[in-house]
């Protein structure tokens, strides 16, 4: 049974106003099923022969079907994108292709060439409130224009979400026991590794070095690494991975978007203070980071601080999620004095809400200490005033503090 995603509604209106929707995201995050709520007709390219024998052939007789039309994989042949746009471009109708890939094709230049024709949607695997641990009582909409939260405790242990960190969002995941789901995301990672970094750039690469990577970015995630960094970090026994390998993997993970990193804000200021720019390293799902390192529930539990920028991944997961519902990005702050903020939910319209992610309860009070002292710094005649500023926990309440810093539970959080 289809579990309804945020994205669905922006779905919809982006089919009735331009004529094709790309939806982009990591495989298995479930665009194929949520493109299959609208299409009418499909055809896909990974697992039907004929189809790619047509497109050597005619590729536009993959375009014949009824509207909207699902094309799955379309980038295992992409000169299927110039004749897309020339259909739509002949058809004068909005609705008419919806096109899934889970890897950013080679010629990418091309695809801009669909300005006004064609629009990108991006799916990540599901948050807590699609998949259904999060009630969704405070919403991120809502927080944006200035909203004060309240709702009461949501009922999620630390386990839980221990639980929820190491299964992921992945849909077809969800309902399976966790040691399965484990090893299915396992299985996962390693075709990343083995398989699918080769299929995105036609290079030839060492599946050891990838996943030696990809360690390095689990042990270092959430955190602002430099690729020099996890050159170093990354390297076996004979010394550092080279900087432009290393830059090179970063890349293809990139366009796999299996990693997303999280780019720094930057506001106008008060004080003389410099922003650093460098971005947060993250994957698309903190599973990949419990994959890549081969940790278990129990040894999370163990290893509370590996375990607190695990939560804050997922909890950027999941503000991706309820941000691109709000036409908002997802960022951070940090600057030369090592003040920083986890995360900065920036709309296109300018409206802006500051958060701080601590797991446990008892870290608020240096959580709100950080958004005071950061807002104290923002230039507000200019940035404007935030619609709120919060620390998101792990447990307990939604409420609003004396000194006006909300904390709100990941699990009551929705778009």
Known sequence: MYRPRVVDRELIELLSSVGAVVIEGPKACGKTETARQLAASEVRLDVDQNARRAVAIDPSLLLEGSTPRLIDEWQIAPLLWNHVRRAVDDRRA???????????????????TGAGRVARLRLRPMSLYESGQSYGQVSLAALLDGTPPRASDPGLTVSDLV????????????????????????????????????????????????????????????????????????????????????????????????VEDQPAWAPHLRSRSRIRTTPRRHFVDPSLAVAALQATPERLLGDLNLLGFLFESL??????????????????????TELEVDAVVEAFDGRWAAFEIKLGVGAVDDGAHSLLKFLSRVDTQKCGPPGLMAVIVGTGLAYMRPDGIAVIPIGTLGP
């Open 315 to 336: 909890v950027i997961r999941d503000l991706r999620v309820y941000a691109q519902a709000s036409d908002a990005r997802v960022l951070h702050y940090r600057d030369n």
């Open 163 to 258: 639980e929820r960190i190491a299964v992921g969002g992945w849909p077809g995941l969800l309902d399976q026991p966790v040691p399965n789901a484990q090893r299915a995301v396992r299985a996962y990672l390693d075709e990343i590794c083995r398989t699918d970094i080769q299929r995105i750039d036609g290079v030839a690469s060492d599946p050891e070095k990838v996943l030696r990577l990809m360690r390095s970015l689990a042990r270092n995630v959430s955190t602002m690494v430099s690729l020099s960094t996890l050159a170093k970090d990354a390297g076996g026994s004979e010394g550092a991975l080279a900087k432009n390998t290393v830059s090179a993997y970063h890349d293809a993970l990139t366009r796999l978007m299996v």
């Open 94 to 112: 909005s609705g008419q292709f919806i096109l899934t890939g889970s890897a950013v094709p080679l010629d990418d230049v091309t695809r801009h």
